[in-house]
């Protein structure tokens, strides 16, 4: 029984950190309304806590810009209206990622599958307090709650470490990450009722490392 033990907690790693490098972009009152479309750079970092060959538990650190030109939207109206800005969100999320299928960075057989991913997030970010004089603004940074979910591809391309290609959405509950402001005549655009999204869209590349876990079954 203590042979068993000990070997087949040599099959699969239960701790994985690594780094998110991608591009971003920002859905809202301003620019274009395409859901995907990087604009702007996303980087991060993410440690992943494996319960099992389908789920983990995942924390991750993220420093994201965003960016919108007016220019680039296919409304009219809001070509006319000329806006642009550019702000920077810095999160911390924790969560759920699902594999679709059985997956380990060491056992064969178990290296690709699809996922999901569900979490809760922190996310601070600039904001427009007041206007000193026109066109002249004080600005402050606020901190919000949102529900990131996405979606993903990973495959192992070495013993112990792997790739990822994800896509995370993020309704924020916020409508001013674009400095809109319902008090300053001159930021006060768009639908107030409709609140703004960020998405990150980018390459994971991950490490195993740790104890061992017991649940991959035999190599």
């Given amino acids: ?9 040599s099959y699969a790693q239960i701790n ?9 972009n920002y859905i809202g009152d301003v620019g274009r309304e395409t859901y995907i479309y990087p604009n702007d750079f996303s980087l991060g970092l993410i440690y992943k806590w494996n319960m099992n060959t389908r789920m983990a538990m995942r924390i991750s650190a993220s420093y994201i810009r965003i960016a919108a030109n007016d220019a680039d939207a296919s409304n009219e109206i809001r070509k006319a209206h000329g806006y642009s800005f550019r702000n920077v969100v810095k999160e911390a999320a924790v969560g759920i990622e699902y594999n679709y299928y059985d997956y380990s960075l060491i056992k064969e057989g178990w290296g690709s599958t699809p996922y999901i991913i569900l979490e ?5 970010y600039n904001v427009v307090k007041s206007e000193t004089t026109p066109g002249n603004f ?3 940074s ?3 709650i949102t529900v990131p979910f996405g979606i993903g591809y990973k495959t192992r391309i ?3 470490v792997g790739i990822g290609f994800e896509t995370k959405f993020r309704y924020t509950f916020k409508d001013n990450l674009d400095y809109n402001h319902t008090e300053i005549p001159v930021l006060n655009f768009g ?19 740790g104890r061992k876990g017991c649940y991959s079954g035999d190599l």
């Fill in 1 to 9: 029984m203590l042979f068993i033990v000990m070997s087949t907690y």
């Fill in 191 to 209: 639908n107030p009722d409709s609140s703004d999204w960020y998405v990150t869209t980018g390459i994971n590349i991950v490490f195993g490392f």
């Fill in 120 to 124: 809760l997030a922190a996310f601070n």
């Fill in 142 to 144: 606020k901190t919000g």
């Fill in 138 to 140: 004080t600005t402050g």
């Fill in 158 to 160: 070495a013993r112990n």
């Fill in 16 to 24: 994985e950190l690594g780094l998110h490098v991608g591009g971003s």
